[in-house]
């Protein structure tokens, strides 16, 4: 029997070692890759939040960490909402997603045009910024999760 | 009643509607936190191998757009094994992580300092760059999870 190259026996290995590839259907791998993107970006902007709200204390290199992370995550989920993905992993999108997917995209687009200014803000070192920026971003957070996502 | 400052009653509804700080037990979140950070590091890296291995074509600009991702993430989980983490939400970890911590966190050091080579290679546009760069990565990978998580 001819022997794989190594390279593609660790992918292999490295692939199905991981969980959301061990998925049989992508569609459950999206709705997964989704909410974990989803969980990332919340970690991050609760910290702003607590921050920006005094319950915790303000630290400047922990604002640029969370900016760091957000300014990588924040636009991941929405390659994930694809055909097929509106039912399973326990989703908690609503079918108006699919359905009003202009008011969707457009709820989304809406928190993509804040964020930028709360990573800004959030790498200034500034505590003020923070304060400023972090509730018209959170805005656009509640409102979509108003309209698309089951409580 | 007096009234919460429009931010705080914000923050509320967000924090509230995301699942992550939904959890009562900040273990589970944390557990959660670590889960969706390698879900979201597998998928970024599984990108950069299917193209490695030619399994999907080579794309400079999804290449560096994984970069961004890893270079964001792959960090991430090693902040969330801390003491309480190593039962609930379906956790992969082995004890061991926690009784042979050096070791565990000598694995995560030889994965991060693999990973800068790769996400330099991926941002490179050079694909013999990707190819090379993706093994040595992907070994660190798997030597962990041999040691430290259930298949």
Known sequence: ??????????L??????????????PEEAAIKYRQAA????????????????????????????DADVLAA????????????????????AKPQVWQKTADFNNDADKMRAEMPKLIAAARSGNFD????????????CKSCHDSFKEK
């Open 38 to 65: 989803f969980t990332v970006m919340a970690k991050h902007f609760g910290s702003l939040g607590a921050m920006a709200n005094g319950k915790a204390p303000f630290d400047a290199k922990v604002a640029a960490a």
């Open 73 to 92: 995550v924040h636009g991941l989920p929405f390659t994930a909402f694809g055909p097929g993905t509106d039912k399973g992993a326990n989703t908690k």
């Open 129 to 140: 910024q923070l304060k400023a920026a972090f509730d018209p971003t959170a805005k656009t």
């Open 1 to 10: 029997m001819k022997k794989l190259p190594a390279a593609l026996v660790t």
């Open 12 to 25: 292999a290995a490295v692939v199905t070692a991981s969980s959301v590839f061990a998925q049989a259907k």
